[in-house]
């Protein structure tokens, strides 16, 4: 089997993309991060479709519009939804999710 590149998916909260010292945040040092950027994919034009975290987050894992995805703010994300670790898990990939939904 070929080997696949593994996917390392960073959700933070209230965390500006320019807020990084890759980006050019003079401010602050994100080593770690600053690694992660230039050894893997880097989505600069990134935003978020929505202010607030639930909505957002439900989005970026169902690909729906974020009002579709989660109606509101600290409601959960439906179960029966399918999610972007489907496509990975048909793929052979395990997934995981750690931290906090809200």
């Not at 980006?23 to 770690?32: F, I, K, Q, R, V």
């Amino acid at each position: 089997m070929a080997k696949r590149p593994n996917m390392i998916w960073f959700m933070s909260d209230q965390h500006r993309g320019s807020a990084l010292s890759c980006h050019g945040d003079a401010n602050l040092t994100t080593p770690n991060l600053d690694v992660a950027a230039a050894s893997g994919v880097d989505c600069h034009n990134a935003v978020s479709g929505f202010p607030l975290c639930c909505p957002f987050r439900g989005s970026l894992l169902t690909g729906l519009y974020p009002h579709k995805a989660v109606p509101g703010h600290e409601i959960q994300l439906d179960p029966a939804l399918p999610l972007v670790t489907d496509t990975f898990h048909e793929h052979g990939y395990t997934s995981a999710y750690f931290g906090k939904w809200h």
